[in-house]
């Protein structure tokens, strides 16, 4: 005892401080005093319960007894998954899974841990308020459009809210919008039924150009066909006429119309029996009645022009009937104006030799009665439709 009282008080201090010392880096007090903190994350210090400061990454120290540590605040982007039923404007109910991805600010680590006290409910909150909003004022066509308008206004709106507690929102996602089974049955059946309307139009289409092609090709065909045919036939003619010209000089006197009859005669018979799988019936088939058709056919013609000719004379006749009764009428009329006009003068004559006589002295009572007589005369062959003659004086 007396050894140890010799050393002295500050050695003894000496001697407690280094055991404590040890005591702290080697026990249960060294936990207590220092602690790390991860990267990407945050601890909160408190003292007594109050706010004391933020740990940042790396190895940090706190008073011991009298200071603690929060669970750490992660500051990497996390993603919270909403699932919201829903209807739409017109009536279906539909399930949108919504996916939120959000951060906590590293200069806003206080306010995301004080203010709120669990964040994740109130960002599910705003998203359910957000998307049910939109699907109430869209049909459910209008709402598969529109997946990126209504993330776009959650984002809007979960980053205007959650900005005031220390969140800042990365990114807003409706993954998808999924209806009742049978509705999605029915918007299957209605968009294949879309489908097969568009298909057939399209095959429609396509078989109305093939046809008008063909037709195109049909019709340029016959074209071709038929200046072949007039081709050969004009060959055939000229060929017929040297014919003719050879078989006049040699004495026969046939005509040119039974030879071309006879080489068409030939060459159908040659066309039938070609290749002996035709159904063609030739009438007639011996080549002496070619001649009674032939007469028949010249006949036929004959008739055709003889009544040509008989209804043109026919025209020509009412038409020369029509003018002649035209031109007498027009001279009737002429020499009724013409009669009309001598009447007239007759008339101003005898008024005129009425004046004269009344310009005498005791002969006026008689020329007076002239003139009346006259004019009474002339009215009277007027009204009768003869022709008016000056009257004869006593």
Known sequence: MEALFGLGIGAVVLIVVVIIVAALLFGGLRTSIFFTVKTQENVIVERFGK?????????????????????????????????????????????????????????????????????EEQIRSYVFDTVRSALSSLTLDSAFESKDD????????????????????VNTLVT????????RDSMNSINAAQRDRVAAQSLAEADKIKRVTQAEADAEAMRLHGEGVAAQR??????????YERLSEVGISDSAEQLLMMTQYF????????????????????????????????????????????????DEWEEQSAQEASRRAARARQQAQQQAQEAQQQVERSRQQSSQQQGHGQGQGRPRDLGQRAQQWVQDQQNRGIPPQPPHQP
């Open 51 to 119: 706010f004391k400061k933020v740990a940042r990454p790396g190895l940090n120290t706190k008073a011991p007894f009298i200071e603690t540590t929060t669970k750490p605040i992660s500051l990497r982007v996390q993603q919270l998954g909403v699932d919201i039923e829903s209807k739409t404007k017109d009536n279906v109910f539909v399930n949108v899974p919504v996916a939120v991805q959000y951060v906590v600010g590293e200069d806003n680590v206080v306010d995301a841990y004080y203010r709120l006290a669990n964040p």
């Open 150 to 169: 209504i993330a776009h206004n959650v984002e809007q709106r979960l980053s205007q809210s959650m900005a005031a507690y220390g969140f800042r929102i």
């Open 176 to 183: 998808d919008i999924s209806p009742d089974s049978r509705v």
């Open 234 to 243: 004009k060959a055939i003619a000229d060929g017929i006429a040297v014919q």
């Open 267 to 314: 060459d159908a018979m040659q066309e039938v029996a070609r290749g002996g799988r035709s159904n063609v019936l030739f009438m007639p088939s011996n080549p002496g009645g070619l001649g009674e058709m032939m007469g028949e056919i010249r006949n036929t013609l004959f008739s055709a022009q003889a009544n040509d000719r008989g209804t043109a004379m026919a």
